[in-house]
């Protein structure tokens, strides 16, 4: 079966500052990767995606994220937080066969000024 | 615009009452999913449905069942509430070739 795990529960950084949140996952097929994004007392909204094809994948607020099948990594980087960038985020894969995903833990991230 | 809609947003039940949480997709989506939310869990799957009269279980399933009637519905229910049930729960859709899940806005579930 499918896992995700996300390194930190908690990621701080300030605004202006990289942001790095990791995901790495197992996976016995060539898989799907999702990051989704939860702002409070909000649903789930898509970030990004890797099906196939190029594996760098940019989404939606400069968010962008690397699969890199050698180490099963799927982390996502964003070049300058903004205090807007606070929220949690989940990394997720696609079972193999299904359409269902296996979420990460989650990380939430929190952007000083 | 399509969308997927969850009612109630918030309900507060007693131990032992059924209790049905509605989602309702207009997506025109195959594929339904109910999560449950807690702290320190992400996500976990409860049931979901590939189709009309389709209902699979997923990791979280004891206590909660779902029937699928049409393509736009899919209620959740727990037979007899819990506190251990107390939780957000997210219902999300999908079709097979977009792949990724659209969610709702989630429902906050007290049991007492």
């Known amino acids: 079966a499918q896992s995700v795990t996300q390194l930190g529960s908690h990621v701080s950084v300030s605004e202006g500052a990289l942001v790095l949140l990791r995901c790495n996952y197992s996976s016995s097929v060539p898989p799907y990767l999702f990051w989704y994004v939860q702002y409070p007392n909000q649903g789930l909204q898509l970030l990004l995606k890797?099906?196939?094809?190029?594996?760098l994948v940019k989404g939606i607020n400069g968010f962008e994220a690397e699969f890199k099948k050698s180490e099963t990594s799927f982390h996502l980087t964003k070049p300058s937080a903004h205090m807007s960038d606070a929220a949690e985020y989940f990394c997720a894969v696609r079972n193999s066969g299904y359409s269902t995903l296996t979420f990460g833990k989650g990380t939430m991230l929190l952007v000083s000024p | 615009d399509a969308e997927i809609t969850q009612s109630p947003r918030h309900k507060i039940t007693e131990t032992g009452r059924q209790v049905t949480l509605a989602c309702h997709q207009t997506w025109n989506h195959n594929n339904m999913f109910w999560y449950r939310q807690d702290l320190g869990h992400g996500l976990r799957l409860i049931h979901y449905?590939?189709?009309?009269?389709?209902?699979n279980k997923g990791e979280v399933s004891d206590g909660y069942s779902v029937s699928r009637s049409n393509t736009e519905d899919l209620p959740l229910t727990l037979e007899s509430a819990a506190s251990s049930q107390t939780s957000v729960y997210f219902c999300a859709s999908s079709d097979s070739l977009v792949k990724e899940q659209f969610f709702g806005p989630g429902t906050r579930l007290t049991v007492l």
């Open positions: 890797y099906t196939t094809g190029a594996t």
């Open positions: 449905s590939y189709g009309v009269q389709d209902t």
